[in-house]
């Protein structure tokens, strides 16, 4: 119960930095050329300044900047996200549609990031200053400097264009009418790639985290006691070492599990999928104010 009320109060304790942060955005997408109208009128290939004008007061873009802001704010604190002038519909409808690809996404690369990392942390500890240890380390700084962009456009064409083993962007096959399993089948071929790529930078700190930390714990003394017991090295590393290690490991996903928001407006782009960060993408393209704002809103929650 005590969490629970800490946890509550955080979150309140919060609502004015989320207030802050969501005007700052709306004052500072002001500051670009053209609006939301602009961009439909770009869309249908022209239009008139009479029906331009009609479209503006009707979206409520003719008011005042202080006025507009208001006007956004007076319907957030009553969890109204407004209405998206280029998909025709509201905000949160907008949103919802695009979370399960983002959430998969998300999942898997945190999935393979933490795992592999976890994996990886633990060889390099074993075998510090070796050639295992080099080469693990060697590699967690390439996976942390290289662009993701980059690791996807190779994935694409190594894999997807040359080899033709996976996809190269989307979902799921259009067209294919997959069900249950298949379907299920087929997504999952569709975000190998997107995976891989999200989860190399985080492999690579996670990776660090570990190592560090278990060279930390198997320098304590009730590690050296388990081996003057006469345990078994492995006995001692999985029952004593792994578990005190796996605390700093564990904290830092929790952290970064939100900002992996950010991460997947690249990879997503890169790869042409359905999901948050492409919606975030196209909504600065499009002028779509309302939509980002509710993105940067629904995203301060994770």
């Known amino acids: 119960m005590a969490i629970l009320s800490l946890a509550l109060r955080r979150l309140l304790s919060s609502i004015p930095t989320l207030l802050l942060i969501l005007a700052g955005l709306f004052l500072l997408l002001q500051l670009a050329p053209g609006d939301t109208v602009d961009a439909l009128v770009a869309q249908m290939g022209g239009g008139d300044p009479a029906m331009m004008e009609q479209l503006r007061r009707f979206y409520g873009l003719d008011a005042s900047v202080p006025v507009q802001l208001a006007r956004y704010m007076w319907h957030l604190v009553r969890f109204d996200l407004g209405y998206s002038a280029i998909y025709g519909k509201p905000v949160i409808d907008v949103i919802l549609a695009r979370l399960p690809a983002t959430l998969l996404l998300m999942g898997a690369a945190l999935s393979l990031s933490f795992v592999a990392g976890l994996v990886l942390g633990v060889v390099a500890a074993r075998r510090v200053n070796k050639w295992p240890d080099t080469t693990i380390s060697l590699l967690g700084l390439v996976f942390y ?12 064409v190594v894999f997807g264009v040359y080899l033709g083993w996976l996809p190269t962007g ?45 060279l930390e714990v198997l320098s304590l003394d009730f590690v050296r006691t388990a081996r003057a017991k006469g345990l078994s090295e492995t006995w001692v590393v999985i029952r004593h070492v792994l578990r005190n290690a796996l605390l700093p490991m564990v904290t830092l996903v929790g952290l970064q599990a939100g900002g992996m928001l950010g991460g997947s407006v ?24 309302n939509t980002l704002l509710g993105i940067a809103f629904i995203s301060h929650w994770w």
């Open 145 to 156: 400097a290289t662009p993701s962009f980059w690791f996807g456009l190779m994935g694409i």
């Open 170 to 214: 989307g979902f799921e096959t259009i067209g294919a009418g997959f069900t249950g399993l298949d379907s299920a089948l087929d997504i999952a071929r569709h975000l190998v790639l997107p995976t891989i790529t999200l989860a190399m930078i985080y492999l690579a700190i996670y990776l660090r985290i570990m190592r560090a930390s278990m």
């Open 266 to 289: 690249v990879v997503e782009s890169v790869f042409a999928l359905p999901g948050l960060g492409r919606l975030a993408y196209e909504s600065v393209v499009q002028r779509d104010l």
